[in-house]
């Protein structure tokens, strides 16, 4: 049930509760909108399924943590997709493009011996740069962004294998730049970044009901508030506290554990583009464009900008992935961003709960749907399952998540929501 409250003007404000607030969520599932819960239900049975079948692997602090280094590209790239995607448009170059932008920055650091803080900003500028003209040949002349980003899918391989004269295979030494995606955390920082993360989601969501309340404008009840902050801490703290645990395989010679070190890089980014996309004018008008172009342009949103930014954000996001996969592999060849990265970032997108349509998702998805694919990759490898059946499996579940989107929309359509 609700309750109402009178304010000293005489208005009534309707305060939900923690039942009608419930009653109010189911609806909305009902009724089509499911956001992340088929993700991390998906999530949820696959982390059972290999755990059960690979326990003493699978769920062991290593893999865990090898978890977080392998879907780094995958999920930074996907993050950029997801607001080309808000936007009912595609970028299939997004996946060379790493490869382009890692490749920049492995250059710079060996054949040129410039420093990491020149050579990782040369790589996030190649990437905005790429993103610019892709969104002005997208936005200005009007060609479709499938026809554009499929040409630029082609060229970044050509462009790739003329930066690595044919094909060569270039190593990096330098250590700052292979600890983002390989070094860890001490233990003390590991808890400290935990600690402060979570202090700083409940603050934002404890100021957020707070400020609602004041303004005396409909909030979620407390208990849902408080609810959601103990369930991200208890994700965190017990995440951080696997990490923590030695994982050395050879623990006589060294010692290997705390949180690695692209967890927080991972987190920063999300923080950032989910507020970006929540709480920004510029997230309202990605929304409003994605929903409908014409009535965005006909309020007065400058929708070819609009469209010339999200190209420019994939692109950057991607040079980030780009980078953090050559540190993961200290090297840089003309198939770092190739394969099958390009299709697992979409997937991730998608997956997590991403409309192909337009005009709904929110960066969280595609970490949660990055997570997903990772899984099923890491999981199927440790049962020693041959490509095919990964590619097949992983293929089915992402047409499961289209499928689930579609019908989404379709019951959303039809109930009006």
């Keep these: 049930m609700t309750t109402t409250t009178e304010t000293a003007g005489g208005i009534q404000v309707v305060k939900p509760t923690v039942a009608s607030h419930t009653r109010d969520y189911f609806a909305r599932i009902r009724g089509g909108d499911l956001g992340t819960l088929p993700a991390v239900l998906g999530l949820l049975v696959l982390v059972l399924i290999f755990g059960t079948a690979r326990s003493e692997t699978f769920l062991s602090a290593l893999n865990f943590a090898n978890l977080f280094n392998q879907s ?55 990437g905005v740069v790429i993103g610019l003209v892709l969104g002005v040949l997208v936005a200005k002349l009007g060609i479709p962004s499938f026809v554009v980003t499929l040409a ?88 951080t506290y696997v990490l923590t645990l030695e994982r050395a395989v050879n623990k006589a010679i060294t010692s290997l554990k705390g949180t690695p070190i692209v967890v927080p890089i991972i987190v920063v980014f999300l923080v950032i583009w989910t507020f970006v996309l929540a709480r920004t004018t510029y997230g309202r008008h990605v929304y409003a464009v994605g929903g409908n172009a014409e009535a965005a342009r006909r309020a007065g949103i400058p929708v070819d900008r609009i469209r010339i930014s999200v190209f420019v954000i994939c692109s950057f996001m991607a040079s980030i992935g780009g980078i953090l996969v050559v540190s993961r592999q200290s090297s840089v060849d003309p198939n770092t961003g190739g394969s099958n990265i390009l299709l697992y970032s979409v997937g991730a997108a998608v997956i997590g709960g991403t409309s192909l349509f337009g005009g709904k998702g929110k960066v969280i998805y595609a970490v949660i749907g990055g997570a997903v694919i990772i899984v099923i990759e890491n999981g199927m490898t440790l049962l020693g399952l041959n490509s095919g059946v990964k590619f097949i499996f992983t293929g089915l579940v992402l047409l499961a998540a289209a499928s689930v989107d579609a019908l989404a929309r379709r019951r959303a359509a039809a109930t009006g929501s």
Aim: net charge neutral.
């Design 152 to 239: 630029a899918f082609l060229g970044f391989q050509g462009v790739l294998l003329t930066l690595l004269e044919g094909g060569k295979n270039i190593s990096i030494t330098d250590e700052f730049v292979k600890a983002l995606n390989n070094g860890t955390l001490s233990v003390r920082d590991s808890w400290l970044f935990a600690i402060v993360g979570v202090g700083g989601f409940a603050a934002a969501q404890l100021l957020r009901w707070r400020g609602r309340v004041s303004r005396n404008l409909i909030a979620e009840p407390l208990g849902i508030v408080a609810a959601r902050i103990a369930g991200v801490a208890l994700l965190a703290f017990s995440a």
């Design 72 to 126: 780094a590209q995958i999920v930074f790239i996907a993050m950029g997709l997801v607001f080309v995607l808000l936007l009912g448009e595609i970028d299939l170059s997004a996946g060379f493009a790493s490869g382009v932008c890692g490749a920049v920055m492995a250059i710079l650091l060996t054949t040129h011996g410039l420093p990491w803080y020149v050579a990782i900003p040369a790589a996030m500028v190649t």
